[in-house]
């Protein structure tokens, strides 16, 4: 079943401590993105990647970084969380770009930072 | 500051009516549009979308419209059902080869209740 993954689903962690959010794609997608939701914002784009090796900023990238070493995974890293980064974060991923291809949505990753 | 803006917050429709949803933008570089329907605990679908060399997109009961010149896009659903009961997340992005960077800016979603 063609899909994204996300892990963990549910998260709590404090603040200051590093963490991964793992997501991984079976569709041999080129593009993957990163976004998070929040009430009265919508969602926002923190990274995307274009392929391996190729990431750059979306809308709010700041305190988050990625990594994209092999086609299938994309974990987003908050190396020192703060309380202000606790949100619901969506992973996806698309054949050729995001803006005018479909995306694929992993099920999110709810995150508090306390 | 938010380059798409959805004003509604929330729609209730009765089952078998039109349900439209607005959403403006600010951002004359954008030249494609999507729309995603996102239900509880699940990521967001894709819906529908609109290049700017249209004015219009039909898909089913799925129809989107376009108005360039007023910065404004709207999503019609005919017949409106219960299970269109979700958020509805308009999109833009702006050409690649334009801007060099492929954003997606997102509006802040509108929630859709059809009533059986």
């Known amino acids: 079943e063609a899909q994204v993954t996300q892990n963990p689903r549910y998260l709590i962690t404090v603040t200051g401590k590093k963490l991964t959010v793992t997501c991984s794609q079976n569709?041999?997608?080129?593009?993957m993105s990163w976004y998070r939701q929040d009430p009265g914002l919508g969602l926002r784009q923190i990274y995307y990647?274009?392929?391996?090796?190729?990431?750059d900023k979306g809308d709010v990238p700041e305190g988050y970084k990625v990594s994209r070493k092999e086609k299938r995974n994309f974990p987003l890293i908050l190396e020192s969380p703060s309380p202000n980064q606790t949100s619901l974060y969506f992973c996806?991923?698309?054949?050729?770009?995001?803006?005018?291809?479909?995306?694929?949505f992993g099920p999110g990753t709810r995150l508090t930072v306390l | 500051d938010q380059q798409v803006k959805q004003n509604s917050p929330s729609l209730s429709v009765q089952e078998g009516r039109i349900s439209i949803l607005n959403c403006d933008y600010t951002?004359?570089?954008?030249?494609?549009f999507l729309w995603y329907k996102k239900y509880p605990a699940e990521g967001p679908t894709f819906l529908i979308s609109?290049?700017?060399?249209?004015d219009k997109n039909e898909d089913g009961r799925f129809t989107v419209f376009l108005n360039k010149s007023a910065k404004h896009l709207s999503l019609h659903i005919v017949p409106s059902q219960p299970g269109d009961s979700a958020v509805y997340f308009c999109?833009?992005?702006?050409?690649?080869?334009?801007?060099?960077?492929?954003?997606?800016?997102f509006g802040t979603g509108t929630r859709l209740t059809v009533i059986p």
């Open positions: 951002n004359s570089m954008f030249d494609y």
């Open positions: 999109a833009a992005s702006a050409d690649i080869s334009q801007t060099g960077a492929n954003n997606l800016f």
């Open positions: 609109i290049s700017s060399i249209k």
């Open positions: 569709m041999n997608h080129e593009y």
């Open positions: 996806a991923s698309s054949l050729w770009g995001f803006s005018t291809d479909t995306q694929y």
């Open positions: 990647s274009m392929n391996v090796e190729v990431t």
